[in-house]
């Protein structure tokens, strides 16, 4: 009994052997305010396994699954992700598990240590009201050009981004569909460009639902002492109220980035201040 456990267990350790495995996380920590509630003291912690390996055949694969927290002021939320399995040749990359729906592509980038929801108010036509998690992802790159496609299996929301990238110019389209036969669909634009440290991105969402079409731009420009500094404004026809906000990036090395922004959410005053780890 005792040769047929040490024997299970060489074979198993020569097994983990042939996989590499690695950890990596991000954290931050700050304060958020908004007008229309109070300022709360705000952390995060995330942490994400992978295991990666190659079949004789050269097939990769990758494994990923993370843990996470969540809290605000005395509230703690805790989660496990639900995970991912891949597979990739030249064929491209296959996962399946909880994979980012393909319209995330397209659009532009928020400010803030903890995000501000500006973005959101510029993207509420990519995604309109049907959903957004998707179980299966395809991901395809040749040359200048890189596809990107998703479903949902249960649901059959589908949806799909073409991004193609010459220099500084970089240009995205996405469609996405219900599931369900005549249900909604959206079709998402974004171009973006830099000249020097100056960046320029718009993005526009026409959705099938009244008053979910959108558009949004963000421009960054490198300032001394502050990092890079953001402007960032989103608009859509349900808010009453354009949202727009301005914010900083300033990496302080070992990994630690300050970052902070003021802004406002459809008349709704808000900021935060904090700090952004990753290691």
Do not use: C
């Not at 309109?128 to 179980?135: L, M, P, V």
């Not at 000249?195 to 421009?219: C, E, I, P, R, T």
């Not at 002492?225 to 109220?241: K, P, R």
């Not at 990036?249 to 003021?262: D, N, S």
Request: glycine share 16%; net charge negative.
């Amino acid at each position: 009994k005792k040769i047929l456990l040490a024997t299970t267990a060489l074979v198993a350790t020569t097994g983990f052997a042939a996989a590499e495995m690695t950890w990596s996380g991000s954290a931050n920590m700050g304060l958020k305010y908004s007008d229309n509630g109070t300022t709360t003291v705000h952390n995060e912690i995330d942490l994400g396994m992978a295991a990666t390996g190659e079949t004789d055949g050269g097939i990769g694969w990758k494994v990923e699954m993370g843990l996470d927290t969540d809290n605000s002021d005395a509230s703690f939320g805790k989660t496990v992700d639900a995970g991912t399995v891949a597979i990739s040749g030249d064929f491209g990359t296959i996962r399946v598990g909880s994979v980012s729906w393909a319209g995330t592509a397209v659009g532009i980038g928020d400010v803030g240590f903890d995000g501000s929801a500006i973005d959101s108010a510029a993207h509420k036509g990519r995604g309109g009201t049907f959903g957004t998690t998707h179980d299966v992802q395809w991901n395809y790159a040749m040359d200048d050009i890189a596809i990107h496609a998703s479903t949902n299996t249960t649901s059959d929301d589908n949806a799909v981004a073409v991004s193609w990238t010459s220099g500084s110019m970089a240009i995205a389209v996405s469609h996405a569909a219900a599931g369900a036969t005549g249900g909604q669909t959206s079709n998402t634009l974004s171009v973006g460009t830099s000249v020097g440290g100056f960046a320029v991105k718009g993005v526009a969402a026409q959705s099938s639902l009244a008053n979910y079409d959108s558009v949004g731009l963000s421009a960054s420009m490198p300032v001394d002492g502050l990092g890079t500094v953001t402007f960032i404004t989103g608009s859509n026809d349900t808010d009453a109220q354009s949202s727009m906000g301005i914010g900083f990036a300033k990496a302080l090395g070992g990994g630690a980035t300050l970052k902070g922004y003021v802004g406002s959410v459809n008349g709704n005053d808000v900021a935060d201040l904090g700090i952004n780890l990753s290691f």
